[in-house]
C-alpha cells in the first residue's frame, strides 16, 4: 500500500525542512519504539535506559496507559498530539494540545478508536472537558520528559545532520532530487511522491506547499496527518536514525560473505533498492544483484510499488538474521 502525495508547480516552491527536531513528533513516535523490539544497537541502548527511569519514576502507569491508548502500536493516532509544523520546544506544543477545537478532539478520538475499543475517558476528552485535555496535555508532557528529554542533545545532532544533508542536495541537485532521495520513498516522476504505507492515502497539496520533519524516534516509513486539511507534513526518518541494518552474525557473514550478510540485514524492514544501495554504500545496480541473488536463494523477496522495487525477509531470511539456524 502507497502514500501519495500530489504535487502543484506551486508546491515545489513551497518544499522546506522543519528547522530543528519536533518534541511532540519525537515523543509520540518514541512510544512506538517503547513497545518495539529495538531496531538498532542505539535504540535497544535507548530502551534499556528508558526502562530503568519508568523503575525509578513515580506512579507513571497511569499516564503511560493514557498515552498508550492514544498512540496504539499500529493504526492511527491523533492529529492533536502534533499540534504544528513549528513547534520547538514541548513548552509551546503543550499549550498548543490544550489549545485543540473541540471539533478537532471530537473528530481526533473517533478515528482513533474507531476500530478497538475507546477507554472510559474518550467521550470527555472528545467533548472538550478541561479536566480531560488537560489530563492528555500532562500525560504527554510526561512522556516527553522520560521518553525523549533525557536524549534531547543526541536528537537535535542526528536531525541536524540530516537537514545539512537535505540541504546540500537541494543546492547541488534541487527539490526533486531532494524529495526523491528521502527515506522510505519508493517513486518520484516529478508530480506524485510515492512511499509505502499501512494504508492507501493519497494526500493533495494544493498550492499549501510540503513541511518536511525528519525525525530520531521515525524509525520504518514516513508518517503524515490524518486530516487531509491540515498544513501537510511528512515525518520520515532523519539519517542517521534509521534501522540501518539488524545485526549480522560471524556465522551469516561466513556464510554468506561480508557484503550479501549486509544486504540481508540491511532489509530487516522492507527497503526500496534506491534504499538499500544507500545503506549498503554501493550503487543502485550493486544493490540490485545482491538482492537477485539472496532473493534465488530464498532468503528474500522483491515486490513492485510503482517505479521502485520493494524487498523484505522470507521467513528463512528472518530466521538466519536471528540466528535460529546456527548452533
Partial sequence: M????????????????????????????????????????????WRERTRRRFREADAPRRWLSTMFSLVPRRGPFPDFLTPGDRITDVAAGC???????????RADVAAVFADRRAPGWAGDLAAGR???????TE????????????????VGGVVGADRARRADTLVT????????????????????????????????????????????????????LMDPERVPVLV????????????????LVKLLGRTRAECLGAV???????ELAHLLGTSVSAASKQATVLREAGLLRSERQGAAVVHSLTQLGAGLLDGHYFH
Avoid at 180 to 191: K, T
Fill in 2 to 45: 502507497l502514500l501519495r502525495i500530489v504535487f502543484e508547480r506551486a508546491d515545489l516552491q513551497r518544499v522546506r525542512v522543519a528547522p530543528g527536531p519536533d518534541p511532540m513528533w519525537e515523543t509520540v513516535l518514541s512510544l512506538h519504539c517503547a513497545r518495539e523490539r529495538p531496531a538498532t544497537a542505539r535504540l535497544a541502548d
Fill in 95 to 105: 499549550e498548543a494540545l490544550a489549545c485543540t477545537p473541540r471539533a478537532a478532539l
Fill in 130 to 136: 478541561l479536566g480531560q485535555v488537560q489530563a492528555v
Fill in 139 to 154: 500525560a504527554t508532557r510526561r512522556a516527553h520528559d522520560l521518553l525523549v528529554a533525557p536524549h534531547w542533545p543526541e
Fill in 173 to 224: 541537485a534541487g527539490v526533486g532530487q531532494m524529495l526523491a532521495e528521502l527515506p522510505g520513498v519508493v517513486g518520484w516522476d516529478g508530480a506524485e511522491l510515492l512511499m509505502r504505507y499501512p494504508v492507501e492515502r493519497t494526500v493533495h497539496l494544493s498550492g499549501r506547499g510540503l513541511t518536511l520533519v525528519p525525525a530520531y524516534f521515525c524509525t520504518d516509513r514516513p508518517v503524515t
Fill in 236 to 251: 520520515y526518518p532523519a539519517a542517521g536514525g534509521l534501522p540501518a541494518e539488524r545485526a549480522v552474525s560471524p556465522e
Fill in 268 to 274: 530487516g524492514v522492507p527497503r526500496s533498492t534506491s
